[in-house]
C-alpha cells in the first residue's frame, strides 16, 4: 500500500497463532500510542491484522516494529492496503528499511 501521508492503519504479518485481538492491541497500545481498531484475520498457518491506531505519530512507530518479536514471532509490519482483508496472496509485504 501507498502511504499517502495521512494513513493511520498499519498492516501487521506473523501474527504468533497464541495472541488474541486484545494482546496485540496492547502490545501496538504500550510502544505506539492510542489505537482505535485491531482486526486479526488469517488462519493457523499465516495470522495477520489491522491496527488502526488514533494519530499519526503512533502509526509512525508502529511502522518502526517491523522485525520485533511480538509473542515468538517477528512481524511484519507495512502500510495497510486500506480495505479490511482483501488483497491477493503475496501482495502485503513490508519493505525492508535499511538498518
Do not use: W
Not at 494513513?7 to 497463532?17: A, E
Not at 491506531?53 to 502509526?59: G, K, L, P
Request: aromatic share 8%; charged share 20%.
Amino acid at each position: 500500500g501507498k502511504d499517502d501521508g495521512t494513513t493511520t492503519t498499519v498492516y501487521v504479518g506473523n501474527v504468533d497463532n497464541e495472541l488474541t485481538e486484545d494482546e496485540v492491541r496492547n502490545f501496538f497500545s504500550e510502544r505506539c500510542g492510542a489505537v482505535k481498531k485491531v482486526h486479526v484475520s488469517g488462519d493457523p498457518t499465516y495470522r495477520f491484522a489491522f491496527v488502526e491506531f488514533q494519530d499519526r505519530h503512533a502509526f509512525n512507530i508502529a511502522m518502526t516494529l517491523n522485525g520485533t518479536l511480538m509473542g515468538v514471532n517477528a512481524i511484519k509490519v507495512g502500510v495497510s492496503k486500506g480495505g479490511q482483508g482483501g488483497g491477493g496472496g503475496g501482495a502485503l509485504r513490508a519493505t525492508e528499511a535499511p538498518a
